[in-house]
């Protein structure tokens, strides 16, 4: 939505506060992603909500959700009908992020990772970060540390970890991507670059094990083997070579 059609809209604004209620789900005072709405709730909730924040706008639209999926197979979500005739759906719905005059680098897109080595690359865009959050699958939003989508449309996304899995994990073998030429603050970028750009070109160990992407990262060709659960979390990764 550019910003001359918006500012043909006109829709009530609500208070950050009163807007929150209906976008976000919080327990025990912490915000624990996009709140999701059966189609009774939401046909009965605004189809906008405008607020402002900090100076800026923001417009959320209400949108059906995907419908889950497992291993990586989209479920069915097709109305049950019970034996009296009764239609319930199984359809979910929450809020959307259409429209912000908020410049990019403010709302996430430009991302300095905590954790010292872990890349300071565009991985967390706000709408990717929504995505997620109203995707059902179980994460830790404070740990997440950048967000991307697969060539497939995969939603795949990496956190902070520990020396068994994810980030951390990666940078506990700085020395094996260093001996590749991959200076550690740059580990992360190229990992998520292999998963959104590269292309699966053989698979590490017995039968289709780990995956390794090629992929082309600041004008030299690398190999990276990198494991993905099910869910869309990043495991681990490794350079390697090939073939």
């Known amino acids: 939505m550019g910003e001359d059609e918006y500012k043909k809209i006109k829709e009530t604004v609500f208070t950050y506060k009163e807007a929150e209620k209906y976008i976000k789900c919080d327990i025990l005072g912490f915000n624990v992603g996009l709140k999701t709405y059966s189609s009774n709730e939401i046909s009965n909730l605004p189809k906008q909500i405008t607020y402002e924040k ?16 497992f ?13 009296d005739g009764q239609v319930i759906s199984t359809k979910t719905y929450g809020y959307k992020l259409v429209y912000t005059n ?3 680098i403010s709302t996430g897109i430009v991302f300095v990772s905590p954790i010292e080595g872990a890349g300071k690359a565009s991985w967390k865009s706000a709408d990717l970060v929504d995505e997620l959050a109203s995707s059902g699958v179980k994460y830790s939003p404070d740990d997440v540390v950048a967000v991307a989508k697969t060539a497939d449309g995969k939603l795949v996304w990496l956190e902070n970890g520990n020396s068994k899995a994810r980030i951390q994990h990666i940078l ?3 020395d094996d991507f260093a001996k590749k030429g ?4 740059k580990i992360q970028d190229l990992v998520m670059e292999s998963l959104t750009n590269g292309k699966v070109v ?9 995956p390794i992407y090629e992929v082309t990262f600041e004008g030299k060709t690398y ?8 869910n869309g979390y990043i495991v681990g990764a490794n350079p390697t070579t090939w073939p």
């Open 54 to 69: 900090g100076g800026y706008i923001y417009t959320y639209v209400s949108t059906e959700n995907s419908p889950p999926t």
């Open 102 to 104: 908020e410049p990019k």
């Open 71 to 83: 291993n990586g197979v989209e479920l069915p979500n097709d109305d049950i009908i019970t034996k």
């Open 182 to 185: 991959v200076q550690q603050d």
């Open 202 to 210: 053989d698979y590490q160990g017995r039968g289709t094990g780990r």
């Open 172 to 174: 506990d073998h700085a």
């Open 223 to 230: 190999h990276i083997a990198i494991t993905v659960g099910d």
